[in-house]
T-cell receptor
Framework: GENVEQHPSTLSVQEGDSAVIKCTYS??????FPWYKQELGKGPQLIID?????GEKKDQRIAVTLNKTAKHFSLHITETQPEDSAVYFC???????????FGPGTRLSVLP | SAVISQKPSRDICQRGTSLTIQCQVD?????MFWYRQQPGQSLTLIAT?????????ESGFVIDKFPISRPNLTFSTLTVSNMSPEDSSIYLC????????????FGPGTRLTVL
């Protein structure tokens, strides 16, 4: 089955700097890759996603890149702000939500 | 996106008792799921809640311990039975919004503490 690894497990950056979180997956059939942000005491919130037919997607300060050949994808956050501090989870799945597997998570701290 | 509510938001329970968690969605969805998130950990799928039939459980989870109901397309319950301190976790309901491109949306979670 699918296995998703995520690095780093913790990340501290200064406010205004960029943050990059990387995930690798094992099942080449996976074709949907979402990223979730989970703040303390809340459920995970979808922040961006990408499908296998796209190499990069951007939404304001957040971008995701996908390398299907190498089976890895990354989350990029630019101009980080203290409110970006949270735990971020990547995931990989097949069509229609099948085999939806989460990475272990990255705790991001943005220092003022 | 779908709006999901869960009840209760948190509870403290005694060992050996059971707790039923409710999940309500504001629109009809194709699939509903229940996850467990232990402190500081990632999300682990417990089961897929099937409308009108028995839930589909993942390895390591059984119906006697986590009975699930889904009487219609917008509502599901998860019961944590005969609880022990090891059941202390956050329990999350999620839905698959097919019209939104197979994206899973999560509820706010239920924080359970078992004494």
């Amino acid at each position: 089955g699918e296995n998703v690894e995520q690095h780093p497990s913790t990340l501290s950056v200064q406010e205004g700097d960029s943050a990059v979180i990387k995930c690798t997956y094992s099942d080449s059939a996976s074709n949907y890759f979402p990223w979730y942000k989970q703040e303390l005491g809340k459920g995970p919130q979808l922040i961006i996603d990408i499908r296998s037919n796209v190499g990069e997607k951007k939404d304001q300060r957040i971008a995701v890149t996908l390398n299907k050949t190498a089976k890895h994808f990354s989350l990029h956050i630019t101009e980080t702000q203290p409110e970006d501090s949270a735990v971020y989870f990547c995931a990989a799945s097949l069509d229609y939500g099948q085999n939806f597997v989460f990475g272990p998570g990255t705790r991001l701290s943005v220092l003022p | 996106s779908a709006v999901i509510s869960q009840k209760p938001s948190r509870d403290i329970c005694q060992r050996g008792t059971s707790l039923t968690i409710q999940c309500q969605v504001d629109s009809q969805v194709t699939m509903m799921f229940w996850y467990r998130q232990q402190p500081g950990q990632s999300l682990t799928l417990i089961a897929t809640a099937n409308q009108g039939s028995e839930a589909t459980y993942e390895s390591g989870f059984v119906i006697d311990k986590f009975p699930i109901s889904r009487p219609n397309l917008t509502f599901s319950t998860l019961t944590v039975s005969n609880m022990s301190p090891e059941d202390s976790s956050i329990y999350l309901c999620s839905v698959l919004a097919r019209l939104a491109g197979d994206t899973q949306y999560f509820g706010p979670g239920t924080r359970l503490t078992v004494l």
